[in-house]
């Protein structure tokens, strides 16, 4: 019987982020590990509400009240079974969600204060590993069907996880030199650490996935013979297609996308090269974006020694609390986000947009120069204006473009599979997740665009159960979203 009043007697309280100075040496979590005796003060705020709606909060419908309880009685191998229940990798979304559960939660309401769900998880994560309850899982026998995924970024890897259980062969192509997806040289280590990556990978190994690393499907591999090879293909490709700018000066020396400056970044920190061709040392930083690529890119350029970062937002300076006329709980709201990069430094401007890269005489950008701007959405269509008068420059010799993706790649896997990108640049699925290509499957932000890794996992287990069924296998594995799925309360 969970405590009725724990949240009468607690308040919200999350573990202390390592002290910015000594963070900013190193390329370590933010967060340490909580104390047992925090995480369970924290579980016991929970008030197992007859509606849980944290559960529509969560794409993966994590059983929160579950084992907010197990925790508060200090059950930890019960608590990491009921979370993997419904969670393939809880050591992914309890350090990297957003907690769109917690926006959800009732304690939230008017105002208060929300459980620490997505800290209770990470730590339920942390005792699956510590206490060795991470076991493989093998069939008891196999079906005799084989399934390619490409792709291992959360939702391939979700996928194949499913799959393989269930008794299916599965081989996950991936073109980069190790598996992980954006988890592995997108976001930085500071963020998600990448023991916690390859230790999950040893579990999936264990099970029977076999990993074909290094292989660019259409290119090494054709579509073909992937097809005939395999009973069902699952594309997991991700929308890696960075959005560009056309203002003026683009092609400036020192204007790049924020991947080209992530990625051989985070090689760095890996200690797989000595050194990256953007590297923000001493350099003055403008960072164009407001979203994860945008902080991740601050923390980052902080780590490397940047004289100065400013980041630019196109939108005004959000509300510090929830506006329910705007956005009624428990629909995600619309506030300031402040990540742990923020508080390391740099200077965020909002309201305004970049006119034009300025050339510093020698084809290098030297600054960027900003106006104010006003954004007002209709139909859909966003429509920035300048206000008159307003134009500055601001000093600039590394400029990052951190301003979204435009879907998946265009790559010659679809046209040998017969797969085409809508006009948003991602790959439909039908209702039981096929795409135009009979037995090719799609899953993550492949079909549903730049998102989340809840998504990403909440879609393979999803586009895992659609596959089994269509490989004719006994029983039902969960789908907890269809591929029309929204986030709560989305207009
Ligand atoms: C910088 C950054 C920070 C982020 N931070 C967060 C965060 O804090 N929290 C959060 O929830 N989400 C975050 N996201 C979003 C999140 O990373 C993605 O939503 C998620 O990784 C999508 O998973 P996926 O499996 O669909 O695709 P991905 O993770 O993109 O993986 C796709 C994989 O497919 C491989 N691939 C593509 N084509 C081929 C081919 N032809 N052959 C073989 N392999 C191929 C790619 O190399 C890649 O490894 C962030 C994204 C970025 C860019
Ligand atoms: S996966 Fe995200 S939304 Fe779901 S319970 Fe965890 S933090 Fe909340």
Redesign the pocket.
Known sequence: MPDPSGFLRHERRLPARRPVPVRLTDWREVYPPAPDALVREQATRCMDCGIPFCHEGCPLGNRIPDWNDLVRTGSWEAAVESLHATNNFPEFTGR???APCEAACVLGIAGGEPVTIKQVEVEIANHAFDLGLLTPQRPAESSGRRVAV???????LAAAQQLVRAGHAVTV????DAPG???RY??PDF?LEKQHIDRRLEQLVAEGVRFEVG????VEVTGETLRAEHDAVLL???A?AGRDTDTPGRSLRGVHLA?DH?VPSNRVAAGLQKTTPIDAAGRHVVIIGGG??AA?CLGVAHRQGAAGVHQLDLYPLPPHERDEERDPWPTWPWILRNYPAHEEGGVRDFAVAVQEFVDDGAGAVRAVRIAEVTVDKRDGVRHVRVVPGTERELPADLVLLAIGFDGTED?P?LDQLGVARNRRGVVEARPDWQTGADGVFVA???HRG?????W?IAEGRAAAAAIHSYLGGAGALPAPVTPAAQPIGAR
Do not use: F, W
């Open positions: 990297l969600c957003p490409v792709g291992s970024g959360p939702a391939g192509y991936e073109r980069d997806g954006l988890m997108g976001i963020k292989v660019d499907v259409g997991a490709c991700g890696l991947m992530l994860d690529t991740d790559q896997l993550g932000d492949m730049a998102s989340l890794i809840v990403a």
